[in-house]
C-alpha cells in the first residue's frame, strides 16, 4: 500500500576499477511496506569467498523475514552479519564497511560501520552525510582535521569499526529521519566518495533528473580523473519523488488506547506475568534441546552416521527458530545441508548412479571444508569407495558378457576377481553378488562336465557291448569297469549298477560254474581220466588225488616224483605205442590219462570220463 502511494526510483554502478574481482556489493529490496538498501565494501582478500556480498545477503534476508524501523532490530541484522563473517573466517579474516537504509516510504533509519557513506540531498542541498567510523573522522570530531580534509587524508581507511571486527562490533544506528519529496539518497563506497567532491556530487545531480543519469555522470566524473589506479566503485542513487503521506494522528484516540492498555494491563497483571513466565520456560526448553541436538548432530557426524546426524540437525534448526536465533539457524542450515548431500550420495550409490554419488561427495566435502563436526577424510573415503564400487560393478557386467557367451570359465575367473575386489574394501553387497554369480558360473561348468563325462561313459558301455557281441569278454569287462568308474564319478548311481550287472554277466559267461551232477559222475574218474586243462583250471583235482577213495592210485601217485613231470612222457609213450582211446579223441586229451598209468582204472571209466570232458567248454 505504501509503496504504491509513493514513488521511490533507484539506480546503481557498481564497478572493479582497476582490479580483476569486484568485491564492492549493492542490493536492496522495496516491498509494500517497507524498503530496504544496503551498499558494502569488501576489505579482505580472500579469493573464493565475497564478504560483501555475504553480508549484504545476511541482512536483507533478515530484512524480508521481518520488516522493520526498529534500531533494535537493524542492529540485530548488523551482528548477525556480523558474526557470519567471523565464522566464515576461515583461511583469511572477512571484512566488509557497510552501510542499510531502511524507510517506511515516509521515514528512514539508516546504520553504518565502517566508511561506506550516505548522503541526503534536499533541494539540491546536501542534508545528511553518515559518519565515517575511522580515525581521519576521529580527528576531524575532536577538531584536529578539517571537514574537507577528511576525503583525501591519509587516515581515512584507517577504520576503528567495521563487521567482521574480531573484538567489540558497535555499528552506528542513526535515530528515525524524516523524508520530504524530492530527496535524493546517494550511498556510495570508498571508491568513488575518495575521488568525488561534494560539490562536484550537487553539479551532477543538478543535471539529472534521474537516478540513472545521476550514477552515470558521477562513474564518468571518476573515470575522467585518470587516477594511476581505480578501486572498486559503487554509488546507488533513491530518488525519493514521492514519500507516502500518512494520515494525521488523532492524539486523542491515541490517549485513549493507551489508557484502555494500561487498564488491562493492571487488570490482566496477573495473567500476563504468567504467560511471561510460561514463555519463557518454553524458550529455555527450547535452548535446552537446541543445545543436545546439536552435540547429538556432532557427534553423529563425527561418527560418519550422516542420516542420524541429518534428523538431529533438523531437529536443532527447529529449536533455533522457536528462538529466532539466525545465527544458528544459518550454522545448524549448512550443517544439515552437508548431512542430506552424503546422505543424498549413499542412496544414488546404492542404486548404482557411480556419477551421481561422486558428485554428491565431491559437493560435501567442499562445503564440509573446515566445518568442524565434518572430517575430510571420512567424505574423501566415500569418493573411493564410489570409485572401487563402479570398478567392480564393472567385472560383474564382464563375466555377465562372458557366461552369456558361453565362456564359462573365463566368466567365473572374472566373478572372483570382483569378489576378491568387494572384500578388500568391504563391500559386503558386492561380495554377496559375486558369489551368487560365481554360484551360477560354477553351475553351468558343473552340468557341462557332467554331461561330458555321461557321454564318455555311454561310449564305453556301448564299447563293452560291442566286445559281448564278439565274445570279446576281457575286452567288455575293460569297457564296462571303466564305465562304472566314470558313472561313478558323476554320480549316476544307476549306471554303476547297470555295469555292474553287465560286468557280473561276462564273468558268469568267462566263469561259467560246473554242474554238480557232472561232477559226481567225473569224481571217480577224475583221478584217471581228466585232462590236462581240467585238471589245471579245476583246483579241486589235486584234492582227488589224496583222497582215500583211491588206494590203488595212492602209491603210484605218491611213487611218481610229479604228476605233470611225469604225464608228458606218458603221453609221449602213449601216443608212440598207438594205445589211444576208442573215441578218436585228441592225443593231448588222453595223454594225461595215459600218463595217469594207473593199472585200477578201467577202460570203459576213461571212455566216459572222457565223454563227459568234451562237452567242457
Known sequence: MRKENSDFKTAFVSEAGSFLDNRDYFAFVELDDMACYVIADGLDTDRELLSAEMAVKVILE???????????????????????????????????????????????????????????????RLNLKSKD??????????????????????????????????????????????????????????????????????DALADSSEPEVLTDTLEELLLSKQAQTVNNYTAAAVYVNKIFNEKPKNRKKWIKRIAIMLISMLL????????????????????????????????????????????????????????????????????????????????????????????????????????????????QKKIDQSQAIEQIAAM??????????????????????????????????????????????????????TQTKTLQADNLEKKGDRSMATMDYSAAIDAYTLAQETYQEINKLERVLAMERKISKVNDLLHPAVPSGGEAEALPGSLDTDTPETSASRPAAPQTASRPAAPAAAPQTATSPAAPTTATPASSKASESGKTSASGASSSAEAPNAASSSPATPASGADKTHAEGGTTP
Not at 550516505?118 to 539540491?124: A, P
Open 396 to 449: 560383474i557386467k564382464q563375466g555377465d558378457g562372458l557366461l552369456q557367451a558361453q565362456d564359462y570359465y573365463g566368466a567365473l575367473k572374472t566373478y572372483q576377481k570382483a569378489r576378491s575386489a568387494a572384500i578388500e574394501i568391504a563391500y559386503e553387497n558386492g561380495q554377496k553378488q559375486a558369489d551368487e554369480k560365481i554360484e551360477t558360473a560354477q553351475g553351468k561348468i558343473d552340468s557341462l562336465t
Open 62 to 124: 533478515n530484512f524480508m523475514e521481518k520488516p522493520s524501523l526498529s534500531r533494535k532490530k537493524i542492529k540485530n541484522d548488523l551482528e548477525t552479519a556480523h558474526e557470519w563473517l567471523k565464522f566464515e573466517s576461515q583461511r583469511v579474516r572477512l571484512k566488509a564497511s557497510l552501510l542499510v537504509v531502511v524507510t517506511n516510504y515516509t521515514n528512514m533509519v539508516w546504520a553504518s560501520c565502517g566508511n561506506a557513506r550516505l548522503y541526503q540531498f534536499r533541494h539540491g
Open 268 to 379: 490482566m497483571g496477573g495473567g500476563a506475568w504468567y504467560m511471561y513466565a510460561k514463555q519463557a520456560e518454553r524458550l529455555v526448553q527450547a535452548a535446552q534441546q537446541m543445545k543436545e541436538s546439536i552435540e547429538y548432530g556432532d557427534g553423529y557426524a563425527a561418527a560418519g552416521d550422516y542420516p542420524k546426524a541429518l534428523k538431529a540437525y533438523s531437529e536443532a534448526k527447529n529449536a533455533a527458530s522457536k528462538l529466532k536465533d539466525k545465527y544458528h539457524f544459518q550454522l545448524l542450515q549448512k550443517k544439515q545441508r552437508v548431512a542430506q548431500t552424503v546422505t543424498d550420495g549413499d542412496g544414488y550409490l546404492k542404486d548404482g548412479s557411480y556419477d551421481m554419488a561422486r558428485d554428491s561427495y565431491t559437493k560435501a566435502l567442499k562445503e564440509a571444508e573446515n566445518l568442524k563436526p565434518y572430517k575430510a577424510e571420512d567424505i
Open 133 to 202: 567510523q575511522s580515525l581521519a573522522q576521529l580527528l576531524v570530531d575532536s577538531g584536529k582535521l578539517a571537514e574537507s580534509r577528511l576525503s583525501t587524508h591519509e587516515e581515512r581507511g584507517n577504520l576503528l569499526n567495521y563487521l567482521g571486527k574480531p573484538d567489540r562490533f558497535d555499528p552506528y544506528i542513526s535515530p528515525k529521519t524524516p523524508l520530504a519529496d524530492g530527496d535524493v539518497l546517494l550511498l556510495c563506497t570508498a571508491g568513488m566518495w575518495d575521488q568525488i567532491e561534494i560539490p562536484e556530487i550537487q
